[in-house]
């Protein structure tokens, strides 16, 4: 990571950094004063999404159900296929507890961040000590995407939006595989609840 100057903040993103076993030993031998924002979502709709990604990168995966399930007759959910496995957050959360407070963390909701992209910026220009300065008048929503966007900038000559791999239409997941899923997570959300003090309202 770079120095940083007094009145500075270096920010640095990785989505694998909260699900890698190795990573809270690590960040917190570089520094124990860093601040950790995680972006959530309703694990069964991150999920989905995953397979989404992966689908359009390998046409010839297997249908979501199969690589979810290990046994679909009893609906025994396969815990080591990394789609499933990122969405048990309780887990991921009790290895970085183990090494920095619940103070040191901001949960974004990655559905209020959609619903409410202002409101949520608000929250992370509180927790990182920044006057805020993003507001509603900075995001419109794009219809086609689904997401807000980020108005054009000074300067610039178009609009900030999510990059094409976002907002692709999810294939159809029959509804008693997406019922065996939300009762799978739901005493693992339940759980996240309670270590967060935060209800994200995923049924």
């Not at 296929?81 to 103070?103: C, D, M, T, V």
């Amino acid at each position: 990571m770079p120095r940083t100057l007094e009145g500075q903040i270096t920010m640095e993103k990785t989505p694998s950094y909260f699900i890698t076993k190795e990573s809270p030993r690590r960040v917190h031998s570089m520094s124990r004063h860093t601040k950790l924002i995680v972006v959530v979502r309703d694990p069964v709709t991150r999920a989905i999404s995953d397979y989404t990604q992966t689908l359009s990168k390998s046409p010839r995966l297997p249908s979501f159900q199969r690589l979810a399930f290990r046994n679909t007759t009893t609906g025994l959910i396969d815990t080591s296929w990394s789609a499933i496995r990122i969405g048990i957050y309780a887990k991921h959360l009790e290895n970085w507890l183990r090494y920095f407070p619940l103070s040191r963390f901001l949960f974004v909701s990655g559905e209020w961040l959609v619903t409410d992209p202002a409101g949520e910026m608000g929250r992370v220009q509180d927790f990182l000590g920044l006057k805020r300065v993003v507001t509603d008048k900075h995001f419109y929503f794009n219809q086609t995407k689904g997401f807000p966007c980020l108005k054009k900038p000074e300067g610039s000559s178009r609009p900030r939006c999510l990059g094409k791999s976002k907002g692709r239409p999810h294939p159809l997941i029959p509804s008693e595989v997406l019922l065996k899923l939300r009762d799978f997570y739901r005493p693992f959300n339940l759980k996240f609840y309670q270590m967060t003090g935060q209800d994200f309202g995923w049924n």
